[in-house]
């Protein structure tokens, strides 16, 4: 068991770059140290994936407006080309009955 949890260790330490003497301190840190930075490390984790969260939310919001904008653009110009072919049709009528 012990063996196991010193080699889990070891590969712990050489996927995040320790040296042997960065893994001793860790070994020798008190309990009330090592959950402070392991709290410490999920309130990070946490904040950097509010973060990610707010950006692409934000993103979102950004293009869902721009989306609404567009549709209210078609709608004005469906209302002009409407506008424009009534005037028309009252020309043609104003020159055909005078």
């Known amino acids: 068991m012990t063996i196991i949890l010193l ?3 070891y590969t712990v330490a050489l996927f995040f770059g320790f040296t042997l003497e960065q893994e001793d301190m860790v070994k020798n840190m008190n309990i009330r140290r090592k959950l402070t930075s392991a709290f410490s490390l999920i309130i990070l984790v946490l904040l950097v994936l ?3 969260f ?3 939310f934000s993103t979102l919001v950004n ?3 721009w989306n609404v904008h567009t ?3 078609i709608d004005e110009n469906r ?3 409407l506008s ?6 009252r020309l043609t009528r104003f020159c055909a009955h005078g």
């Open 50 to 52: 509010s973060g990610v």
């Open 84 to 89: 424009l072919v009534n005037i028309g049709n």
């Open 63 to 65: 293009a869902n407006n």
């Open 71 to 73: 549709y209210q653009v």
């Open 7 to 9: 080699l889990n260790i």
């Open 54 to 56: 707010y950006y692409n």
């Open 79 to 81: 209302a002009l080309t």
